[in-house]
């Protein structure tokens, strides 16, 4: 997954964490007359941001956030949330003792094998508890179409060949048949967000942070300068400013809140 650059990331902080803010209520609608979680790990929690937002949510919970990137979570023990936090990878991590809540704001979509991932970590909470995840369903819109188009069009395309961008995400439909077998209760719906961005090329940068950068990490110099323009280019007739200036940004994302 190369680097994370948390300024890069924080560009968009704000409807980054719209989804964040759905996704944290209708955890807790899950949680119905039950008591509050008392345990809580934000899973993929980058510099903090969703994981603030579970503390102040539940403030009496012992919220920790995991994350693999260590330059986001060096972000996140400089700040103020209370939390504790945690270094490692996603693929094979598992909490020490069952949480109430496993809660994960778009990270999981970058693993592969879902079918095992999922059942494995909805295994790990407490009866009675809940798994929330969020993940971006873009895929087959512009914004992420158009990274692998632009890598394939210019001298940088056999470096390029290798490079894994953003893996799709499966319908909900697929992932109501991994869970549903070990779910008590099981949430799926999608939304599209409209996001309304303001400045030059704000869906590159959007992108620069999280699917796009994998393409720009493979190169340097006069390739990757190469490579962003070619993109730019396509981006900006794809999602054209507005006679206000602005550009309109539709985001697809799914969210799944599973009870045990």
């Not at 700040?79 to 994960?104: C, Q």
């Not at 909470?125 to 179409?145: K, L, T, W, Y």
Request: net charge negative.
């Amino acid at each position: 997954m190369g680097s994370w650059n948390p300024s890069q990331y924080l560009k968009y902080a704000g409807p980054r964490l719209r989804p964040a803010v759905d996704l944290i209520e209708r955890a807790g609608a899950a949680f119905g007359a039950a008591p509050a979680p008392g345990a809580i790990f934000d899973l993929g929690c980058g510099t903090g941001n969703t994981t603030r937002l579970l503390a102040e949510r539940w403030p009496g919970a012992d919220v920790v956030g995991v994350d693999a990137s260590p330059d986001m979570l060096a972000r996140a023990r400089a700040s103020d949330i209370g939390a504790r936090w945690i270094e490692a990878d996603l693929a094979d991590w598992a909490p020490p003792a069952p949480p109430d809540l496993l809660y994960s704001n778009a990270a999981l979509h970058w693993l592969d094998d879902h079918e095992v991932l999922f059942p494995r970590l909805m295994g790990s909470i407490c009866d009675g508890g809940v798994m929330a995840i969020q993940m971006p369903r873009n895929h087959a819109e512009p914004s992420h179409a158009l990274m692998a188009e632009a890598a394939r069009a210019g001298p940088w395309r056999e470096k390029l060949k290798a490079v894994r961008g953003l893996p799709p995400v499966a319908p909900p439909e697929a992932y109501y048949d991994i869970l549903a077998p070990v779910a008590r209760q099981l949430e799926i719906w999608e939304s599209v967000y409209l996001h309304v961005l303001e400045g030059d090329d704000p869906v590159v940068e959007w992108t620069m942070a999280t699917g796009f950068r994998p393409f720009l990490d493979a190169l340097d110099g006069a390739q990757r300068d190469g490579l962003l323009e070619d993109y730019r280019a396509r981006i900006a007739k794809a999602y054209p400013k507005r006679a206000d200036g602005k550009t309109l940004f539709p985001f697809r994302r799914m969210f799944i809140v599973a009870g045990r």
